[in-house]
C-alpha cells in the first residue's frame, strides 16, 4: 500500500453509512457499511466498522454519521483557468476560431483568478486538480512568477494540486509557423500582431531551465507536484517534443499533452507527418504509461489500439468537447479497449462552471449509444474515471483516488437524506444513485490529507465572499490600453484565422484510415 501510518497517532475518524474505498478489476465498487476511516499523519491508517475504531481511539475526533456516504475525492484531471473565457468576453466558438477570440481576455490576477476555479471544485468534491497553465506572457521571471501565483493559491485553500506550465515553441494561434501567417495579414495589422507572438516566445532552452525552477517550488509539500506537458502536435517542434520525453524520463513524472481534439489537429498531423499524431508520438519515444493525451476525440481504430498497446492513458474533456465543436470522442471503444480514461473539466463545464458532479452526469449520458444491446459507460465506470484513473494522470499517482490504508485522506462526504430525497428506492446500487443524483448541496465536507477545507458551505481556510467581491471589483474597472489594444486585434485577425481552415478538411472525410472510431 502507498505511504505509511503505522506510528502515526489516529487524529481523525470519518464516519459514515457506507463508505467507498476504491474499485474492483472489473469497476465494481468496493464499499463498507457501517465503516470508520481512521486518519493519521494525512493518511488513511485504517477501515472498520465504525464502532470498533471508535473504542480503539476514543480521542479522535469524528468527521460524519450514519447519514453520510464517505467517497474518495475526486480529480479534475484536465483544468486551465479561473474566470472563464466566457466571462472574459470569448463565447464559445470551434477551438480553432475560439483561439482568436481568446486573444481579447482580460489580464485576472492569478491568486484570485485560481481560487475562485478551486471554490467551486471543491464545493463539487474535487481535492486534486491537474493545473495546465498555457497563458503565462513575458520572460523567465514573469512566467515563474504566475506559477508561483497558482501555486499559492491552492495552498491558501488547502487544494491538491499538479501544476505544469505548457511547453511551447511554434504555431501559437493558427496552424502554421507564427511568421509565415503574419507575413499574410494586411500590413496595418502586422505589427500588433507580432508583438502579441513576442510576448508569447520564449526560446525552447529557456523553457526547459524554468521547468526545473518551476519543480523547486513544489519541493517538500506533499500536496503539490509539477509534471511535464507538452502542449499539442502543432505547437511543438520536434526538438521540443524530443525535450518532453527528455524532462518526463529524466525526473520520473508523467505527461499531459493535447492531442487529436479537433478535425483540423488530425489534418495538421496527416500534413505533417504523412499520417497519425499518436503514431508519430509513439515513434519519438512519448508514448508509454507517463504520458495522458487530452481530448482524444478524433482517434482512429488504429490509434486505440496503439493507445492501449503502450499503457497511454487518455483524459476525456465532455462539457469541452461539446462547447468548442471539437466531437464527440469514443470513450466506449476506449473503455473496451482496456484504457484507462480520467476526467477532466478543462476552461469550464457545460454550465460555464466547474461541477465535478455535473460532469460525470454528462459523460454517463453523453455516451449511451443507440441500440438495446449497444455500448456505453456504467456510473461506476465514469466513478472510477473521476478518481482512481484520474489520480494515474498525475505525480500523486496510486496515493490519491482511492481511500485504502496508506493513500492520501483526501474525501468527499454526502449528507445521503440530501441526496436521495424525497425517496429513493434501495433496489438501485449505491454508487448508481451517486452519479445520477447528488448535486453540490449535499457535498457536506471535504478533505485534503485528512484536513478539512469545506464545510457546510463554507471554506475553512479562505473567505469566499471576500475573494469573489475582490474580483468583481477589479473586473469593474475600465479596460487598460493594452487590454483594449488586444480586444482590437482579435477583432480584427479573427476573419482572417477562420479563412485559413478553409478547405482544411475536404478529402479527410473520405479516408477510411482518418474516420474517426464509433462514426458511420
Known amino acids: 500500500m502507498p505511504g505509511t501510518t503505522a506510528d502515526e497517532p489516529v487524529s481523525l475518524i470519518l464516519r459514515g ?101 478551486a471554490f467551486e471544485m471543491i464545493a463539487s468534491g474535487v481535492t486534486t486538480v491537474q493545473h495546465l497553465h498555457s497563458r503565462a506572457p513575458g520572460g523567465p521571471e514573469r512566467i515563474l512568477a504566475a506559477a508561483q501565483g497558482v501555486i499559492g493559491a491552492y495552498r491558501e485553500v488547502g487544494m491538491r494540486a499538479s501544476y505544469s506550465m505548457a511547453l511551447r515553441d511554434q504555431n501559437r494561434l493558427v496552424y502554421e509557423d507564427d511568421a509565415a501567417f503574419t507575413a499574410r495579414l494586411p500590413e496595418a495589422l502586422q505589427p500588433a500582431m507580432r508583438d502579441y507572438f513576442a510576448r508569447f516566445t520564449l526560446p525552447l532552452s529557456e523553457q526547459v531551465a524554468l521547468f526545473e525552477d518551476i519543480r523547486a517550488l513544489a519541493a517538500g509539500d506533499p500536496r503539490i507536484a509539477v509534471q511535464v506537458a507538452p502542449a499539442n502536435l502543432h505547437w511543438l517542434s ?96 476506449f473503455l473496451a479497449a482496456g484504457i484507462p480514461v480520467a476526467l477532466g473539466m478543462d476552461e469550464a463545464g457545460i454550465n460555464d462552471d466547474r461541477d465535478m458532479l455535473q460532469e460525470m452526469r454528462l459523460a454517463l449520458r453523453m455516451h449511451r449509444e443507440p441500440g438495446i444491446h449497444a455500448p456505453h459507460p456504467s456510473p461506476a465506470q465514469v466513478l472510477r474515471m473521476a478518481t482512481e484513473h484520474g489520480a494515474g494522470t498525475t505525480p500523486f499517482g496510486a496515493t490519491i483516488g482511492r481511500l485504502s490504508v496508506g493513500c492520501h485522506a483526501d474525501a468527499v462526504l454526502f449528507d445521503w437524506p440530501r441526496v436521495t430525497r424525497p425517496w429513493q428506492s434501495p433496489d438501485i446500487p449505491l454508487v448508481d444513485v451517486l452519479v445520477q443524483r447528488a448535486k453540490t448541496d449535499a457535498v457536506k465536507t471535504v478533505l485534503v490529507g485528512g484536513e478539512v477545507v469545506y464545510r457546510d458551505g463554507r471554506f475553512t481556510r479562505v473567505d469566499r465572499d471576500a475573494v469573489l467581491a475582490e474580483i468583481a471589483a477589479r473586473m469593474a474597472r475600465p479596460l487598460t490600453a493594452e487590454e483594449e489594444a488586444r480586444r482590437d486585434l482579435a477583432r480584427a485577425v479573427f476573419p482572417h484565422v477562420s479563412a485559413f481552415y478553409d478547405g482544411w478538411l475536404d478529402g479527410l472525410g473520405d479516408d477510411p484510415h482518418y474516420r474517426p472510431s464509433g462514426r458511420r
Not at 463508505?19 to 474492483?24: K, V, Y
Not at 499523519?41 to 453520510?68: C, M, N, S, Y
Open 17 to 117: 453509512a457506507a463508505l467507498l474505498e476504491s474499485f474492483g478489476p472489473d469497476d465494481s465498487p468496493i464499499l463498507h457499511r457501517d465503516a470508520g476511516l481512521a486518519v493519521a499523519a494525512g493518511r488513511v491508517a485504517a477501515i472498520a466498522p465504525f464502532v470498533e475504531l471508535a473504542a480503539r481511539h476514543p480521542g479522535a475526533q469524528v468527521v460524519g454519521d450514519a447519514d453520510t456516504v464517505v467517497i474518495p475525492g475526486l480529480v479534475n484531471a484536465h483544468h486551465h483557468v479561473g474566470l472563464t473565457p466566457l466571462q472574459l468576453g470569448s463565447p464559445d466558438h470551434p477551438l480553432e476560431l475560439w483561439f482568436a477570440s481568446r486573444l481579447a481576455l482580460r489580464d485576472v490576477d492569478l491568486r484570485l483568478d485560481t481560487l475562485f476555479s
Open 238 to 333: 520536434d526538438a521540443a517534443l524530443g525535450a518532453a520525453a527528455e524532462l518526463s524520463a529524466k525526473h520520473d513524472l508523467p505527461m499531459h499533452m493535447h492531442l487529436l481534439e479537433t478535425p483540423y489537429q488530425k489534418a495538421y498531423a496527416k500534413r505533417r507527418t504523412g499520417g497519425s499524431a499518436l503514431a508519430f508520438l509513439h515513434r519519438l519515444g512519448l508514448t508509454g504509461p507517463r504520458l495522458t493525451i487530452g481530448h482524444g476525440v478524433w482517434m482512429t481504430e488504429a490509434d486505440i489500439e496503439l493507445c492501449a498497446h503502450a499503457g497511454t492513458r487518455i483524459c476525456h474533456n465532455c462539457s469541452s468537447n461539446l462547447r468548442l465543436k471539437s466531437g464527440t470522442a469514443p470513450v466506449n471503444r
